[in-house]
């Protein structure tokens, strides 16, 4: 999930690489443009992030969605990586100044200032991902997710996999919201084994997003238990689940990103959240005039597993070695995209 902090309806799985920020107006502002092409359309697409790129692979996914953007229109880009709230406000502005076609921006740090700058400029475009502002301004689009259908996948790798019997979840906070990220695991899991023993597990305290040491005795708690499939829901302490569980010889499961490469051996799957599908297509949707907030989930291609994506087989993830498993898990997704079958969501209850 991302990156140091939480999100309202997400857990980052990423670290972000931080850097240091400048002083200057804009320095902050780490740009990737690209030149418009010759005879092209002259559209321009400005993406903010709230965070440095670096290594984390959601704000990656989301720079490679408004290239592919820029390339389809003979366009042009740019991407402004901050660092801080300071250096957020300023490339912000910035974009605006500019006045692309669109700017996209990513994650909930960005709806209040969307807000300010949509009702000042309301002949720009704004793309969110991941997040929405609470009032609806025509000039504002937003993408956002249904987490908790590749949620309900993972839970049936989980379920199928299990020797115990017995599957968990650690999950940062007890409110409707986050336990998509919990919920969904234990239905998906009782769905294709229905004696599983299913429990959750919440990190709370002072620091529920950033507390990897919490995040293990949680999960220890669990493992204690003899529960030995893990849904790690933990933001930043995903961590300290991992370390649980690879201590104890159990399995855990990641969100986001692919976070098996960070605890081979361990780590099964991730609900995968394709920031990319997101960008990219939202951005059509505004310049043919589609305005307003778009859920991505299976269907859409929005939301997936590792185990379901090119490239498993050198993607670390234990699920590569369960093909069976994997075969079981596809024919879930077909029927929730078809709508054969559907997931409740606990933040809809």
């Known amino acids: ?22 002083t200057a107006c804009n320095a902050a502002a780490k740009s990737d443009a690209s030149d418009s092409a010759s005879g092209g359309s002259g559209r321009t697409f400005t993406l903010v992030t709230p965070d440095a790129v670096g290594q984390n692979e959601f704000l990656k996914l989301a720079v490679s969605g408004v290239k592919d953007a820029a390339k ?44 300010q700058q949509a009702q000042k400029n ?44 017995k599957v968990g979840a650690v999950d940062v906070l007890d409110t409707p919201q986050f336990r998509r990220y919990s919920d969904p695991f234990a239905a998906g899991a009782k769905k294709v084994a229905a004696k599983t023993e299913t429990s959750t597990r919440f990190v ?30 933990a ?28 605890a081979p051996g361990t780590v099964v799957d991730n609900v995968i959240k394709r920031t990319d599908v997101a960008v990219e297509k939202g951005i059509e949707s505004v310049l043919a005039g589609r305005t307003g907030t778009v859920s991505y989930g299976l269907k859409e291609g929005g939301i997936s597993l590792t185990g379901l994506e090119d490239g498993v ?23 929730i995209v078809s709508g054969e079958l559907k997931v409740d969501d606990p933040a809809a209850n």
Not at 126 to 131: G, R, V
Not at 313 to 335: N, Y
């Open 1 to 22: 999930m991302s990156r140091r902090r939480h999100r309202s309806l997400q857990l980052a799985a990423a670290t972000a690489l931080m850097v240091t920020a400048a």
């Open 235 to 262: 933001a930043a302490g995903n961590y300290g689940v991992f370390e649980a569980a690879k201590a104890k010889g159990a399995y855990a499961y990641g969100v986001d990103v692919n976070q098996c490469v960070s």
């Open 313 to 335: 087989d050198a993607s670390k993830c234990v699920i590569a070695d369960h093909k069976d498993v994997l075969a079981k898990v596809e024919a879930l997704r077909d029927q």
């Open 122 to 165: 309301p002949k720009q475009q704004f793309l969110i991902i991941d997040a929405c502002t609470a009032k609806t301004f025509k000039n504002v689009s937003c993408a956002v997710f249904r987490e908790h259908e590749g949620v309900y996948l993972a839970g049936a790798e989980a379920g199928l996999l299990s020797e115990s019997g």
């Open 72 to 115: 389809r229109h003979d366009g042009s880009q740019k991407v402004y990586e901050s660092t801080d709230t300071a250096s957020q406000q300023q490339n912000v502005q910035a974009a605006v100044d500019a006045k692309p076609d669109v700017v996209v921006l990513v994650g909930f740090e960005f709806a209040d200032l969307v807000a």
């Open 204 to 233: 709370g305290g002072q620091s529920p997003f950033d507390d990897s040491a919490r995040a293990k005795e949680q999960a220890n708690t669990l493992l204690s238990k003899g529960y030995d499939q893990i849904m790690a829901a």
